[in-house]
Every structure is written in C-alpha cells, then in structure tokens.
C-alpha cells in the first residue's frame, strides 16, 4: 500500500525566510500530487496539484510555489515567507486505483 | 468561490445518538463525493464515499446520502461514539478529469458521553 512521508512535523521560521517542505511517497507510481492547506477557522484549500514530473497546477496565487523533480517527490517552497503562510501543510496523493485521496501526517508551520 | 461548503462549524451529539452533518457543493460537474475526518495535528482519514448515480451509500455506522436535485450531501453516524468527535471534511471531484478534490471548511463533530 502507498505511503506518503513529509517533513519537518514542525516547523517554526521567521518572516521573510525562504520555505521548503518536502513530500515523498512509496508504494506507488505516476500518483497525482496534492498540497493543501488549513489555516486557522479555515476548510482544507487546494494550494497547487501535479499529474507528473515537472506538470505543475496552481489553485491560488500566493507566496508559495511547487515543483515536482521526481515521480514520487513533491516540494512546496517560498523565497520568502508572511505571516498569513502560517498553517497545516499537507501532501496528498492519488494511486488512480481507488477514487479517494490519501494524506501525509502534515506540517505545522508558524511564520513568527 | 467556494464550491463546496459545510455551513455548520460544529455539532454536539450525545453518545448513543445519531450525528447529522451536511455539505452542499455547486458545481454540478462534480460526480463523486467523500468524506474524510481529521483529529488534530493529523492529516484527513478517508470514510466514505458516494458516486453521483447513487443516492446512499452504506458503511457500518456510517451513511451517506446524496440529493442531486439539491446539490446536497450529508453523513450519517450511527450510533454516534466518544470516538467519533474529531473534525468532518466533505470533498467533491470530477472523475474525468485530473482528480481534484475541492474540501469544504469543516464541521466539528463532539460526541458527549
């Protein structure tokens, strides 16, 4: 069965710091790739998605970017963080095998 | 423009009782549908599901009802356990097309024992 990791659980960093969270997944091959995001009082929002290597879809425009090097890496980044980037980060795949989405265990990131 | 809502941020039950949780989505393209809970500091848990050419879906403890005409889904839960409190996500998709989930905001289910 598929597994998705991601890194740091935590993360605290000041504004203006540049940002990169990693998400790699096992157990399977050419997934979609989903980052979203839950912010205070907020749902989960679809930040950007990726059907394959280097195919990236934003949702939003922000200060955040997303690139696919490999087929089972997914990285969010931003050249410099806001306070309002704070929030729940996850990673989320699709197999194609089934019709729902797993996810990671997430990423709490405090921008301070 | 939010395609998929829960106008309810939260809902007490009584353990033993039966839990209500309602979504409504608009665009009439979606075809499939999901519910997903989350405990904090966890990612989203996969529940349950329902194709737009049924109207419920059964799984144990857990129901959920699709009412086209009036875009509207809801989930049932019962009977409602202490174990149950943790926040509900409705997510919709197109199925022919890339896979992607739109979320609603969430409803915070608390199960009193």
């Known amino acids: 069965s598929q597994t998705i990791h991601q890194w740091p659980a935590t993360l605290v960093q000041p504004v203006g710091s540049p940002l990169s969270l990693e998400c790699t997944v096992e157990g399977t091959s050419n997934p979609n790739l989903y980052w979203y995001r839950q912010a205070a009082g907020r749902g989960l929002q679809l930040l950007f998605y990726?059907?394959?290597?280097?195919?990236i879809s934003s949702e939003v425009p922000q200060n955040l970017s997303a690139s696919r090097p490999q087929d089972r890496q997914f990285i969010l980044s931003s050249k410099k963080l806001l306070l309002s980037d704070s929030g729940f980060y996850l990673c989320?795949?699709?197999?194609?095998?089934?019709?729902?989405?797993?996810f990671g265990q997430g990423t709490r990131l405090t921008v301070v | 423009d939010q395609q998929v809502k829960q106008n309810s941020p939260s809902l007490s039950v009584q353990e033993g009782r039966i839990s209500i949780l309602n979504c409504d989505y608009t665009n009439s393209m979606f075809d499939y549908f999901l519910w997903y809970k989350k405990y904090p500091a966890e990612g989203p848990t996969f529940l349950i599901s329902i194709s737009s050419i049924k109207d419920k879906n059964e799984d144990g403890r857990f129901t959920v009802f699709l009412n086209k005409s009036a875009k509207h889904l809801s989930l049932h839960i019962v009977p409602s356990q202490p174990g149950d409190s943790a926040v509900y996500f409705c997510?919709?998709?197109?199925?022919?097309?890339?896979?992607?989930?739109?979320f609603g905001t969430g409803t915070r289910l608390k199960v009193l024992a």
């Open positions: 989320a795949l699709w197999t194609g095998r089934n019709t729902e989405a797993f």
């Open positions: 990726s059907v394959g290597i280097g195919q």
């Open positions: 997510a919709a998709t197109v199925t022919s097309g890339t896979y992607k989930y739109i």
